[in-house]
Structure formats: structure tokens, C-alpha cells
T-cell receptor, first 117, second 114 residues
């Protein structure tokens, strides 16, 4: 079964510092996408960054970058220069691409990130 | 920038009542989804919809649930007889077009069953 594991229920970081959130996944597929979503207190689900499994280059979006290790099935999120607005729940999610029209996201349990001023 | 919208933002209902949660996906998207998140728990897939039919549904999506795309723009989730355990945040998502492998989420509807 395909699963996503986020082993850190809670993390904290000082403002302006860097933090890394961990995510591992289990799959036998070779073709998939990985995502990090941010869920602030408003509970809206906001896409932060995505990574295509076929790409070796790690995705970056401004202060957000990933460390994608396909062989190790690891997909960590690094937030640089943390800001108070980064405080949120962060979810790692996996999307298999060989499932036809059944493109359901498989989610981790989330990591709650606190940013300390 | 196009976005997924959901109404209402918060719905309070009595146990046993029917509720309809509404979503307007991004207009050129072809894939539609409902997920739910019970407070403090993980996001769970409910159902996916493509080409005017359900393409996959989870074990949660039993006979009490149904989805419909009544007019080519709205995408609704109906719960026929709500239970206390249906209290959750319900997210609609859509995908397709140039963002084929991404799912864009609406702001969610908070359903409270009393």
C-alpha cells in the first residue's frame, strides 16, 4: 500500500532561521508527484511546492525548497528565512500517476510548525 | 487567478438531516475531488469524479454520500442523513488543464453535526 509518513508532529523555528520538515513515502511506482501543502489556521489548503519524480533537480519556490531522494523515498521541505506567516500545519502528499483517472492524493499526518519571534 | 470556491463556509445541521456542500471548480478542469479532514486528523480522500461519473471512491463514501455535477459548473457533495462523525472540514479540489497533475483546493466547508 502507498503510504506517506511525517515523523515530526510538531516543529518550531526562530524567525529568520531555517527549518526542515521530513517526509518519507512508500510506493512501488516509478512515476508520481509529491507535494507539500500548507494549512494555516484558516484551514485553507495551499500548495507550497511540487516535485515530479522523474526530475532529479530539487524543486524550489522562493524560500521553500525540497530535498528529494528518490531511492530513499524521502521528500523533505526546507523553509529558509522563516517568517511568522509560515506558522501552519504542513502536509506532505503523494500522487500516483499510473492510476488512470483515479488521481487521489495520499496524505501524511502533518507537521505543525511554530515560528517564534 | 482562477480559484476553486466552496459554499457555505460553515454549515451547522442536526443529526439525520441532509446537507449539500457546493463547489465551483476551476472552469477548464476535468477532474474533481472531495476530501475531508476531521479536526486534528489527516486528510482523507472521499471521491474522485471525471467525465461525469465517479472514478474512485473510498470506504468512507458509503450510500449516504453522493456527488453530482448538475450544470457543468457546480460540483456538489450530498450527505443524506448526517451523523455526528460526519463533522469535519470538507475540501473540494479540481485538476486538469495545464496543471494536469496538480489539485487546487477550495477554502473548505466546515460541517458541524449536532
Amino acid at each position: 500500500a502507498q503510504t506517506v509518513t511525517q515523523s515530526q508532529p510538531e516543529m518550531s523555528v526562530q524567525e529568520a532561521e531555517t527549518v526542515t520538515l521530513s517526509c518519507t513515502y512508500d510506493t512501488s511506482e516509478s512515476d508520481y508527484y509529491l507535494f507539500w501543502y500548507k494549512q494555516p489556521p484558516s484551514r485553507q489548503m495551499i500548495l507550497v511546492i511540487r516535485q515530479e519524480a522523474y526530475k532529479q533537480q530539487n524543486a524550489t519556490e522562493n524560500r521553500f525548497s525540497v530535498n528529494f531522494q528518490k531511492a530513499a523515498k524521502s521528500f523533505s521541505l526546507k523553509i529558509s528565512d522563516s517568517q511568522l506567516g509560515d506558522a501552519a500545519m504542513y502536509f506532505c502528499a503523494y500522487l500516483p500517476l499510473n492510476a488512470g483517472n483515479n488521481r487521489k492524493l495520499i496524505w501524511g499526518l502533518g507537521t505543525s510548525l511554530a515560528v517564534n519571534p | 487567478e482562477p480559484e476553486v470556491t466552496q459554499t457555505p463556509s460553515h454549515q451547522v445541521t442536526q443529526m439525520g438531516q441532509e446537507v449539500i456542500l457546493r463547489c465551483v471548480p476551476i472552469s477548464n478542469h476535468l477532474y474533481f475531488y472531495w476530501y475531508r479532514q476531521i479536526l486534528g486528523q489527516k486528510v482523507e480522500f472521499l471521491v474522485s469524479f471525471y467525465n461525469n461519473e465517479i472514478s474512485e471512491k473510498s470506504e468512507i463514501f458509503d450510500d449516504q454520500f453522493s456527488v453530482e455535477r448538475p450544470d457543468g459548473s457546480n460540483f456538489t457533495l450530498k450527505i443524506r442523513s448526517t451523523k455526528l462523525e460526519d463533522s469535519a472540514m470538507y475540501f473540494c479540489a479540481s485538476g486538469g488543464g495545464s496543471s494536469y497533475n496538480e489539485q487546487f483546493f477550495g477554502p473548505g466547508t466546515r460541517l458541524t453535526v449536532l
